[in-house]
């Protein structure tokens, strides 16, 4: 599962440029994660940052990751 939805894709070959659009999000993961840190428990977070950290590395099994 994508974390942002891609939702549209232009190309313009004459220009040789490529848009990629994503929905709108209100905040990034630090933001987050600084805006609910007292709203959530060491467990929450670990999962939030290895479930992240998953997807950024595709290639990487969860038994790779550090145990929770």
Do not use: C, W
Request: glycine share 2%.
């Amino acid at each position: 599962p994508n974390i942002v939805g891609l939702k549209e894709v232009i190309y313009q070959p004459n220009e040789k440029k490529l848009y990629l659009v994503f929905e709108y999000v209100e905040m990034d993961f630090k933001k987050f994660l600084d805006q609910n840190k007292h709203n959530l428990t060491l467990s929450q977070i670990k999962v939030l940052i290895m479930s992240n950290i998953a997807f950024y590395i595709p290639n990487i099994k969860r038994s790779q990751l550090l145990p929770l």
